[in-house]
Antibody
């Protein structure tokens, strides 16, 4: 059974830093591109970042570029999101998700999601 | 960036009746391989989002055949043939073609 379990969400002050983790099980982790998506209160889903299977290619939403860093440790079946210079607008549930292999790596359909971890940025 | 536009924002439905959600992209999602890189997701209350339809018209594993996706290029539709009370939630389309991945604004489906 595929499982993704996020952790690391807490209340943090504006300007602070946080690292989210996502531990994967039930599939060959290093075969898949992984993604972070967030859902802020009263707002829709927003893609945050993507990392390819080998970690060599990373992509970011403009809203987090230069502040967030995605990484992975395939030996530990783990995905990370380092979040720096946090702002109140970053308050959201953060989900890690797997990009399924439906078109040979050319597309990013998100077929499994974790339960989410809540990041709250507040003074 | 590809802009995704969904309608309606709010959809009250009657159990047993059909329902339909539209999604439009600002550029074509039809890839050279013939697939449309458009997905549908649902986020039920208190749950994580889950994949319903991938590549425009393919039901994800475990999704009832009451759900169907159609469309090509820039115009897509999610249809529920007979709504059930468990179908309430937020429905999103997402383009899976390129980064930044972008979602529609969401459609809230509620039972009348």
């Amino acid at each position: 059974e595929v499982q993704l379990v996020e952790s690391g969400g807490v209340v943090v002050q504006p300007g602070g830093s946080l690292r989210l983790s996502c531990v994967a099980s039930g599939f060959t982790f290093d075969d898949f591109t992984m993604v972070w998506v967030r859902h802020a209160p009263e707002r829709g889903l927003e893609w945050v970042s993507l990392i390819t299977w080998n970690g060599l290619n990373t992509y970011y939403a403009d809203s987090v570029k230069g502040r967030f860093t995605i990484s992975r440790d395939n030996g530990k079946n783990s995905l990370y999101l380092q979040m720096d210079t946090l702002a109140t607008e970053d308050t959201a549930f953060y989900y890690c998700a797997r990009a399924g292999d439906y078109c040979g790596g050319d597309c990013y359909s998100l077929d499994f999601w974790g339960q989410g971890t809540l990041v709250s940025v507040s003074a | 960036d590809i802009v995704m536009t969904q309608s309606p924002l709010y959809l009250p439905v009657t159990p047993g009746e059909p329902a339909s959600i539209s999604c439009r992209s600002s550029q074509s999602l039809l890839y050279f391989n013939g697939y449309n890189y458009l997905d549908w997701y649902v986020q039920k209350p208190g749950q994580s989002p889950q994949l319903l339809i991938f590549l425009g018209s393919n039901r994800a594993s475990g999704v009832p055949d009451r759900f169907s996706g159609s469309g090509s290029g820039t115009d897509f539709t999610l249809k529920i043939s007979r709504v059930e009370p468990d179908d309430v939630g937020l429905y999103y389309c997402m383009q899976a073609l390129q980064t930044p991945l972008t979602f529609g604004g969401g459609t809230k489906v509620e039972i009348k």
